[in-house]
């Protein structure tokens, strides 16, 4: 079946830092889905990329989707203590893949 | 949020004794979903359901099984308990028209 696998597993960033997380599949995805999990919290979704190629920004996060739509990544700029938390991919339709998320600590 | 609530938040139990885990949707949303949730691995899908008395397993079904009787309530029953399915378990939900999935608080089960 389906698998989505996610690295790395930790990130450990100097608060105003950049980092890049990445989500790699085996198999070709109809589209990719990113959501974040806050210390003791639930899933929440962040965004989804359906297209080849895909660039979507959200303030200081940037998504994007391969061109052969097998990967997927989340860059963050300038890294704020709202950023800790684990990070997930997740492939598929109405029923999804996860990865095993990126765990993020910022140092101050 | 999607208006998904989970009960119990937390529990405790005993090796062998049967637990059910209820979540509640107030979005008519057709899909329902339960996960487990463990370090290192992820979120894990142990079973679905795409409508009223339709089910379908995950990848880690064995030792669980569920019931949906409303199209609101999804419950989630560990027939006997063991060690090795204490987690955090959440519960998901999406409509029709789109994938993104709307997670509970979660419940916390521990079995000693």
């Known amino acids: 079946g389906q698998q989505v696998m996610q690295i790395p597993q930790y990130q450990h960033v100097q608060e105003g830092e950049d980092f890049t997380t990445y989500c790699n599949s085996s198999?070709?995805?109809?589209?990719i889905q990113w959501y974040k999990q806050r210390p003791g919290g639930h899933p929440v979704f962040l965004i989804q990329l359906v297209k080849s190629g895909e660039v979507k920004k959200q303030k200081r996060l940037t998504f994007q989707f391969g061109e052969a739509k097998k990967n997927s990544s989340l860059h963050i700029t300038a890294t704020q203590t709202t950023d800790v938390g684990t990070y997930f991919c997740?492939?598929?339709?109405?029923?999804?893949?996860f990865g095993a998320g990126t765990t993020v600590t910022v140092r101050a | 949020d999607a208006g998904i609530t989970q009960s119990p938040r937390h529990k405790v139990t005993e090796t062998g004794t049967p637990v059910t885990l209820r979540c509640h949707q107030t979005e008519n949303h057709r899909y329902m979903y339960w996960y487990r949730q463990d370090p290192g691995h992820g979120l894990r899908l142990i079973h679905y359901?795409?409508?009223?008395?339709?089910?379908d397993k995950g990848e880690v079904s064995d030792g669980y099984s569920v019931s949906r009787s409303k199209t609101e309530d999804f419950l989630l029953t560990l027939e006997s308990a063991t060690s090795s399915q204490t987690s955090v378990y959440f519960c998901a939900t999406t409509g029709e028209s789109t994938d993104t999935q709307y997670f509970g608080p979660g419940t916390r089960l521990t079995v000693l």
């Open positions: 198999t070709t995805l109809s589209n």
């Open positions: 359901s795409y409508g009223v008395k339709d089910t």
């Open positions: 997740a492939g598929g339709d109405y029923k999804l893949s």
